[in-house]
């Protein structure tokens, strides 16, 4: 149910809040997937990516994930923005 009423939310005035979880990958979290999908049906929406569960991870695992996670999501981006066009 949740799943088929999110695209009643996104539009393209909306702010989308993308969390994700750190102690997770991206393919477990959906990451590529959730960005896919705010691209294909609010293209010009605004989008701020979170990660929560920073507290369960060592001080020093949390600067290596948070940055692997910060490049991903570049990546990710610009794979969606090629296929979408460069929207």
Do not use: C, M
Request: no cysteine; net charge negative; glycine share 4%.
């Amino acid at each position: 149910l949740f799943y088929t009423t999110h695209q009643f939310f996104l539009s393209s005035k909306s702010l989308t809040l993308l969390l994700f979880n750190l102690t997770k990958n991206f393919d477990e979290n959906h990451v590529e997937f959730w960005l896919n999908s705010i691209q294909y049906r609010a293209p010009a929406s605004e989008v701020v990516i979170i990660g929560n569960f920073l507290d369960q991870l060592t001080a020093e695992d949390a600067h290596e994930i948070v940055l692997a996670r910060s490049q991903a999501v570049g990546e990710i981006y610009e794979r969606i923005r090629k296929y979408s066009g460069g929207q």
